[in-house]
């Protein structure tokens, strides 16, 4: 081979990749990497896209080279050379590939495993190691419970940096999917079964948490957040809502219900800081009582154990999940008394 055809091929190749490397590095395909394991598992994403990009570089080359160097000249017909196999080519083409997927193979598998792994938790050891979440999916809301701390309930899933975090994640009714793109997995949440994610949180802030699997009406609304914080501000965060729903002093019970069942993710209510927009305003009950036509206490009762019973014109039905009515009965009368009360109670 002249060596100005390998020289070609090669400014060829070098062009090519360059190209495939730059659509690679240049439009951001993959959310920001929060945790430790989503690092991993876009360090093998990298690794399978620079053979792919170094492969992609190698064809493309031999490819336009031949376009262009073997092309048939205007009024050429004759056949090629016949030509036979070529053993060591064959060889080559067939052992590189087998290299590349071994390899890929044992990164995926060392991955893989080490996303798996979780410290075993022994009784009198730190709770952050690791911290245990009991994430319930529920048509259309997940709910966060931690053992560690009294039990403690919350809508949102609040988690210290840098510690391991061992998700158990169920569903009370039919099959949900818990995802937060930045933590780079996915996990089924099943009516049942319990599921195991592990997720080491490895940057601040707040990412969304998205029900990745249909699982009817409000499904689209199926949200909540992820806040990563410092340790110690978690740990405050977790005392302070084990005192606030311990029922301490000046605590309502029935504030303490709308916290641990997550009213706040769909509605508004001032006075429990609530502020999201997927159900009516509780701070206007009394008006939509009336629009009703029932006794304020009443319309509140029947409007959680049975929310299909009266639909809030201009909001969506089946969205507001039943499973209230399934509520221990002092619960339930807390709840209703504490809205009734527009919170003053
Ligand atoms: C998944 C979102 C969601 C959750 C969680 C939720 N709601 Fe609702 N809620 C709605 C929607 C949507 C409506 C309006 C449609 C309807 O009446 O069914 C509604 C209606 C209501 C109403 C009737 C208000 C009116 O004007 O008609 C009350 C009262 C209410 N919710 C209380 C609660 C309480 C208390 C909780 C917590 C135990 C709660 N909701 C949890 C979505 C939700
Ligand atoms: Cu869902």
């Known amino acids: 081979m002249r060596r100005g055809s390998i020289v070609q091929l090669v400014a060829i190749g070098v062009a090519c990749g360059a190209g495939a490397a730059a659509v690679a590095l240049l439009i951001p395909w993959l959310p920001h990497s929060a945790s430790r394991q989503a690092g991993r598992i876009d360090f093998v994403f990298w690794f399978v896209t620079g053979i792919c990009i170094a492969i992609f570089a190698l064809v493309a080359s031999v490819i336009i080279y031949s376009i262009f160097k073997f092309r ?122 319990v599921n195991t994610l592990a997720i080491t949180p490895d940057r601040m802030g707040s990412y969304p948490v998205i029900c990745t699997e249909l699982c009817g009406l409000g499904h689209a609304l199926m949200r909540s957040r992820a806040d990563v914080m410092a340790k110690d501000k978690f740990l405050s965060w977790a005392k302070s809502q084990q005192k606030k729903l311990g029922g301490g002093s000046g605590s309502s019970p029935g504030l303490a219900v709308f916290k641990a069942q997550a009213c706040s993710s769909c509605h508004t209510f001032v006075p429990a800081g609530a502020t999201a927009k997927i159900g009516p305003d509780l701070d206007k009950l009394p008006a939509e009582a009336q629009r009703a036509g029932k006794p304020l206490e009443q319309f509140i009762h029947d409007s959680i154990v049975n929310p299909n019973a009266y639909v809030e014109p201009g909001y969506p039905k089946n969205v507001m999940p039943s499973i209230f009515a399934q509520l221990p009965k002092d619960q339930l009368d807390a709840l209703v008394k504490y809205l009734a009360a527009g919170g003053k109670q």
């Open 72 to 193: 048939a000249q205007p009024g050429e017909d004759e056949d090629g050379p016949p030509i036979h196999g070529n053993t060591k080519l064959e060889v080559v083409w067939t052992a590189v590939p087998a290299v590349l997927v071994t390899a890929i193979s044992i990164v995926s598998a060392i991955v893989l495993a080490k996303n798996d792994h979780l410290p075993h938790a022994s009784a009198a050891s730190d709770p952050l190691s690791p911290l245990v979440v009991n994430v319930t999916a529920q048509q259309f809301e997940w709910s966060f419970k931690y053992p560690a701390f009294g039990n403690l309930a919350s809508a949102r899933l609040e988690l210290p940096i840098g510690a391991p975090v061992k998700l158990q994640i169920t569903s009370v009714d039919v099959t949900h999917s818990f995802w937060v793109p930045e933590f780079g997995q996915k996990q089924d949440a099943v009516p049942g079964s």
